[in-house]
């Protein structure tokens, strides 16, 4: 039985839920000053070129494309918290020898790429284990809830963190700023130990692993509302990850802006997504899941144009409105994807699902990463801005023309027959039938 704690009641009253809200919220506040610190090392310190910067943005993301597939076998096969309280100390332990380097004067763009990477891959296991313990730890009913909840804190934090991290990178410079990242990482796997939520036993299948992988490509891409999501995303985000690969090269070196400020444009952003995920619910109600889903999405990547067209004498203007619009809109639709994602699936099929998803959603972020730094060395970063906003929003628009617009709420978990079917893999159509 869970504890409660007196005087409140759901989930804020639900002691398991509070551990893991708490140890989320900490550890983003920490992530925010390493997403300013770790570019700026290598921008400011170490005079790393527009595709160096962008490649290193591509390091943190790469393990998705590599490693998601088989990591989302082995979580549907073991308990997820350990998995998350090991992920947390690695990555603690990836962040602290940057710090460590430069303060023996050992640190060089090589480390950066080796420490981004390895973080990255602590992350795969980090956020497939969290997805699917969620659902287990709050309940389906209570999922969206529980999702709408840890979106509002995390964007709320995140609104510190940057602050936090351009005040840091000013005060003590970029490197010995991650260091509060690390110590994040340790707070929040003390918080994850204690929780006392009993996982059950996992079935340990004796399927060798292709098969069991096959079956979970087979039902993301059966599954008409995740077929269309993850096509859709996956090619939004190759074109978004141009902008938010050189995003730091362009505000510094093009517009000028100082640690401080790119802080500040940051907090503005995060800010903005607090506030997107505050209102969600009743947009939700007033117009239904799968129309909030739709639009926010278009309207997340559209917000980004007015980056490029940033004038060069007074951009601030331009950046925060660019900041603030698109987190507003992300954050609902990032909130409503994920609540359908979790409650259609089943639970024996939650970490493939969510290894499936995460393989194509963040899978072509690193490639988005190298072409747009390859492609900001040809024809210059702000084309390659404008290149990225224009093909990520654009990825949208075919959500507009599948039965997903029709949505109105959560449907429920599908049911599955106690042999689940198996069907040739064949290439689904990339909108589902109406």
Same mark, same amino acid.
């Given at each position: 039985m869970r504890s409660r704690?007196?005087?409140?009641?759901?989930?804020?009253?639900?002691?398991?839920?509070?551990?893991?809200?708490?140890?989320?919220?900490?550890?983003?506040?920490?992530?925010?000053?390493?997403?300013?610190?770790?570019?700026?090392?290598?921008?400011?310190?170490?005079? @790393?070129? !527009? &595709?160096?910067?962008?490649? #290193? *943005?591509?390091?943190?993301?790469?393990? %998705?494309?590599?490693? /998601? $597939?088989?990591?989302?076998?082995?979580?549907?096969?073991?308990?997820?918290?350990?998995?998350?309280?090991?992920?947390?100390?690695?990555?603690?332990?990836?962040?602290?020898?940057?710090?460590? @380097?430069? !303060? &023996?004067?050992?640190?060089? #763009? *090589?480390?950066?790429?080796?420490?981004? %990477?390895?973080?990255? /891959? $602590?992350?795969?296991?980090?956020d497939l284990a969290y997805l699917s313990f969620l659902p287990g730890l709050v309940g389906r009913a209570r999922v969206a809830g529980g999702n709408a909840r840890l979106e509002a804190t995390r964007t709320s934090a995140q609104a510190a963190g940057p602050g936090i991290g351009g005040g840091l990178v000013g005060l003590v410079g970029a490197p010995l700023a991650i260091l509060v990242d690390a110590v994040s990482y340790v707070v929040a796997g003390l918080l994850l130990l204690r929780i006392r939520h009993e996982e059950p036993v996992m079935r340990r299948d004796r399927r060798r692993a292709l098969p069991e992988l096959e079956e979970g490509i087979r039902y993301v891409f059966r599954q008409p509302y995740l077929r269309a999501l993850t096509l859709t995303i996956a090619a939004s985000n190759l074109f978004t990850f141009m902008v938010i690969s050189l995003f730091m090269v362009y505000a510094v070196r093009r517009l000028g802006l100082s640690p401080e400020l790119v802080g500040l444009v940051m907090t503005t952003a995060n800010l903005a997504g607090a506030a997107g995920a505050v209102v969600n619910g009743r947009v939700v109600r007033r117009f239904g899941i799968g129309p909030t889903i739709v639009v926010s999405a278009i309207l997340a990547s559209a917000a980004w144009i007015l980056l490029p067209l940033a004038p060069a004498s007074n951009p601030l203007p331009f950046v925060v409105a660019g900041a603030a619009l698109g987190p507003l809109f992300g954050v609902m639709f990032n909130v409503n994807q994920l609540s359908l994602r979790q409650a259609i699936t089943p639970e024996r099929l939650m970490g493939r699902m969510n290894s499936v998803v995460r393989f194509m959603y963040w899978g072509t972020m690193p490639l988005g990463s190298f072409a747009g730094g390859a492609l900001a060395t040809v024809i210059g970063i702000r084309p390659t801005?404008?290149?990225?906003?224009?093909?990520?929003?654009?990825?949208?628009?075919?959500?507009?023309?599948?039965s997903l617009v029709r949505l109105r709420a959560l449907p429920p978990e599908e049911e599955e027959d106690e042999e689940p079917a198996v069907a040739p893999l064949v290439p689904a159509p990339a909108v589902p039938d109406a």
């Open positions: 704690l007196a005087g409140r009641t759901g989930l804020w009253a639900d002691d398991d839920f509070l551990k893991l809200w708490g140890a989320q919220t900490i550890s983003v506040v920490g992530s925010q000053v390493t997403l300013i610190a770790l570019p700026l090392t290598a921008i400011l310190v170490l005079d @790393a070129s !527009a &595709f160096a910067v962008a490649a #290193l *943005a591509a390091m943190n993301t790469l393990p %998705f494309l590599l490693f /998601a $597939l088989p990591a989302g076998i082995w979580i549907d096969r073991l308990r997820r918290r350990p998995l998350m309280i090991l992920a947390d100390f690695g990555r603690a332990a990836a962040l602290l020898s940057i710090p460590v @380097a430069y !303060a &023996f004067d050992a640190l060089g #763009l *090589a480390h950066l790429f080796v420490a981004a %990477f390895a973080v990255g /891959a $602590l992350t795969v296991v980090f801005l404008f290149v990225g906003v224009v093909g990520g929003t654009l990825a949208f628009v075919p959500l507009a023309f599948t």
